[in-house]
């Protein structure tokens, strides 16, 4: 990637219409900076390039101090949505659809004294997660939290995470290509991302903005930040606590390595999908399928009263190909346990949570009584639709499970693999450690 300054704006008439109108709404706001420093793909990503956004505008703002806004460098990104128009990136889908995946990315970030350039890291930071929206085709959405675990400055700073939120300023446009938001990133510290996972992204979005050093209304991001609000404000953990009492989580899912099979007989060949093991032979979803599972994860409850697990097929559960619901499992699972508190903020607010194979199509889901459209049931507890797995839990069972997995909250002091079983319920965990998930298991 390289910097450079864009031409003048007589030039705009030459842009291409996706690209022109994303620049009119910056101009609307940004009318005294015509030409914005800017980063660009040296080998644009349908030119073979690696990175997803053809550029990354930066601009900068002044802030407001009545609203305890500090002034900031403000980031635009160009490439998540249609600029073209001609199908090398996106495909056309309408006028009133998504232009693209349907948002750009926007960043804030405070400018630090005597800083007469915007730090050019944010854009590599956008990049980063252009390219996981490009491979995993998962669009992002207000309230989503971000997984990072490392500084996003590459610096020592508390500031290891992402929650998403609409741009206080841009407002989204209308291109010829459909339309496009604007999500902007806003940096966390890890116990403030934990805080979103057991409660929901945008109650903690609305704490952040009433802490003047998390950024104020704006949500500006501070890498120097040393406090989490929770510290800044004690108060504010009794909120959190209340909500996720009151509330549940809104978190439907997490990506993480694992797998699992019925071992209560040994498949009757490498197509029967009980032969699914670390994924040796996976039998693939269709695509229907595969959406539904990317939508439970996607959209999650969105704090329904009567949540609904997409259906995957007509067919009644005991006519599904899979395990014999009566007979004993293994599920195999490793990493994002640390969520289990999630979990039971969702089972015991009767709802579901998911755990979708990075690597595959495999993926198990928790469900309590009540969802609908669940192929699990209290008579056939264990149900399977080809490497889509689903377990049903009760209330009290929920409780028992989280009481024996409570060593998994402190997980550096966990030795690996570790196994829980519950012979009563025919069902076993098995945690293991990430580099068990490069060779078969023994």
């Not at 002034?71 to 090398?88: A, K, M, P, T």
């Not at 992002?140 to 997984?147: I, P, T, Y």
């Not at 940096?187 to 003047?212: F, K, S, Y």
């Amino acid at each position: 990637m390289e910097e450079l300054r864009p031409s003048g704006p007589g030039i705009a008439a030459l842009l291409p219409p996706g690209l022109h109108a994303i620049y009119q709404e910056c101009r609307r706001l940004y009318s005294d900076q015509p030409n914005p420093l800017q980063v660009t793909a040296i080998v644009k990503y349908w030119l073979g390039g690696p990175d997803p956004l053809d550029y990354i505008s930066m601009y900068r703002n002044p802030g407001n101090p009545t609203q305890d806004v500090p002034e900031h460098w403000h980031y635009v990104s160009f490439g998540l949505s249609d600029l073209y128009g001609d199908n090398r990136v996106h495909e056309f889908t309408g006028l009133e659809g998504p232009s693209g995946f349907g948002f750009e990315l926007t960043f804030r970030l405070r400018r630090e004294t005597g800083e007469t350039a915007p730090p050019t890291w944010p854009a590599e930071l956008m990049q980063g997660l252009a390219r996981y929206v490009f491979q995993s085709e998962n669009t992002l959405c207000s309230g989503d939290h971000v997984s990072w675990h490392s500084p996003l400055d590459n610096s020592e700073s508390r500031i290891q995470h992402m929650l998403l939120t609409e741009d206080p300023q841009l407002q989204p446009v209308h291109t010829p290509f459909g339309t496009v938001a604007f999500l902007q990133i806003v940096g966390v510290c890890t116990e403030e991302l934990q805080a979103a996972q057991q409660w929901n992204g945008q109650g903690i979005l609305e704490l952040l903005r009433t802490v003047p050093v998390a950024g104020g209304s704006w949500l500006i991001t501070d890498m120097r930040r040393g406090e989490t609000i929770f510290e800044s404000d004690p108060h504010l953990q009794e909120r959190v606590d209340k909500g996720i009492e009151t509330d549940g989580s809104n978190l439907s899912g997490v990506s993480a390595k694992c797998a699992w099979v019925d071992l209560s007989h040994p498949p009757e060949d490498e197509e029967d999908s009980r032969s699914i093991y670390l994924e040796l032979h996976p039998r693939r979803l269709s695509d229907k399928d595969t959406e539904q599972i990317r939508e439970v994860l996607r959209r999650g409850l969105e704090m329904n009263t009567k949540p609904i697990l997409p259906p995957i097929s007509s067919q009644k559960p005991q006519q599904q190909n899979g395990m014999n619901h009566d007979r004993a499992s293994l599920v195999q699972s490793v990493g994002h346990f640390q969520s289990k508190q999630t979990e039971r903020g969702r089972l015991l607010h009767g709802r579901h949570f998911t755990y979708k194979s990075i690597t595959g199509d495999t993926a198990i889901t928790f469900v309590s009584t009540g969802v609908e459209g669940a192929f699990a049931t209290e008579e056939h507890p264990y149900a399977a639709h080809g490497p889509w797995l689903q377990i049903l839990l009760n209330e009290e069972f929920v409780e028992k499970m989280l009481e024996d997995l409570e060593d998994l909250t402190s997980p550096e002091e966990v030795k690996l693999p570790k196994e829980y079983s519950w012979p009563e319920k025919k069902l076993k965990i098995t945690i293991l450690p990430e580099s068990a998930f490069d060779c078969p298991l023994q």
